[in-house]
C-alpha cells in the first residue's frame, strides 16, 4: 500500500473498520429476524417485512437523516445512549451503524433464501424427538442454511464497504474519524489535482467488491458441499 497516501490508506482502513463491526454486530439479527419471517406467522410480520426492506427503497440521504434525528446528541435514542457513555454522531461507530443499516436487507434477503429453502419436516422430526426449539435451530437448521449465512454476511460486508449517503449525512466526513472510501472519493473530486486520488481508491473499490462477490460464491458452494457430505 505504498503507492497510497496516508489520507488514503486512512480511508480505506476506516472502510474496512466499520464494514466489519456492521456486519459483525448485525448478524445475529439478520438471523433472527430472516428466521421469523421465513417461519412465523405473527400480527405485523408484512410491517416488519417492509422495514427491513425500507432502506433499499429509500433515498441513503433520508435514511441518514432519519439516523441522525434517532441516534443523534439530541434524539431520542442517542441521548440515552449518550448519558451512558455511547455516542454515535459524527463518530466512526456512526459510520458503522448507517453502514449497518443500508446493508442489514441484502443480508436479511440471502439467509431468509436460503431458510425458505430448508425442508420443514427436517425441522419437525427434530421437535417431535424431544429437542427444544433453540436446539433444534442450532444443530438442523443452521448448518443447512450456513452457506446463505455466509453469503449474506460478504454481501452485507460488501455493501458497507460502499455505502456513501447514509453515511455522510449521519456522521459527516471528517478525515481520520468519518470519511470513508466512498466519503474520500467524493472529497477528492472536489478538490483541483485529487482526480489520482479518486480514481486510486475507485480501484480499490471495485477490486474489493468483486473479491466479495467470488468469495461468496465460492465460500457458499464449499460449504454447501460440505454440510452435504456431512
Known amino acids: 500500500m505504498e503507492w497510497l497516501s496516508p489520507a488514503e490508506w486512512t480511508a480505506v482502513a476506516l472502510s474496512l473498520r466499520t464494514s466489519f463491526w456492521a456486519t459483525l454486530v448485525s448478524l445475529p439479527l439478520g438471523i433472527f429476524v430472516a428466521y421469523a419471517l421465513a417461519r412465523w406467522q405473527f400480527p405485523g410480520k408484512q410491517l416488519l417485512n417492509g422495514l427491513v426492506l425500507l432502506p433499499l427503497i429509500l433515498p441513503p440521504v433520508v435514511t441518514g437523516y432519519l439516523l441522525l434525528l434517532a441516534f443523534g446528541t439530541r434524539g431520542p435514542i442517542g441521548s440515552l445512549l449518550q448519558d451512558m457513555g455511547i455516542v454515535f454522531a459524527f463518530r466512526w461507530t456512526g459510520a458503522a451503524l448507517a453502514a449497518g443499516v443500508m446493508a442489514f436487507p441484502l443480508m436479511v434477503r440471502a439467509i431468509r433464501l436460503s431458510i425458505e429453502a430448508v425442508d420443514p419436516k427436517l425441522e419437525q422430526a427434530g421437535a417431535t424427538l424431544g429437542a427444544p426449539r433453540a436446539w433444534v435451530f442450532l444443530t438442523v437448521t443452521l448448518p443447512l442454511v450456513l452457506p446463505g449465512v455466509i453469503a449474506g454476511a460478504i454481501l452485507a460486508f460488501a455493501k458497507a464497504m460502499g455505502e456513501f449517503g447514509a453515511t455522510i449525512t449521519f456522521v459527516s466526513n471528517i478525515p481520520g ?14 478538490i483541483p489535482g485529487g482526480d489520482a486520488s479518486a480514481l486510486r481508491l475507485v480501484v480499490i473499490s471495485v477490486f474489493i467488491a468483486m473479491a466479495a462477490l467470488l468469495l461468496s460464491e465460492l465460500v457458499a458452494k464449499r460449504v454447501a458441499r460440505w454440510v452435504a457430505g456431512s
Open 177 to 190: 474519524q468519518t470519511q470513508t472510501m466512498p466519503s474520500a472519493i467524493y472529497a477528492f473530486l472536489q
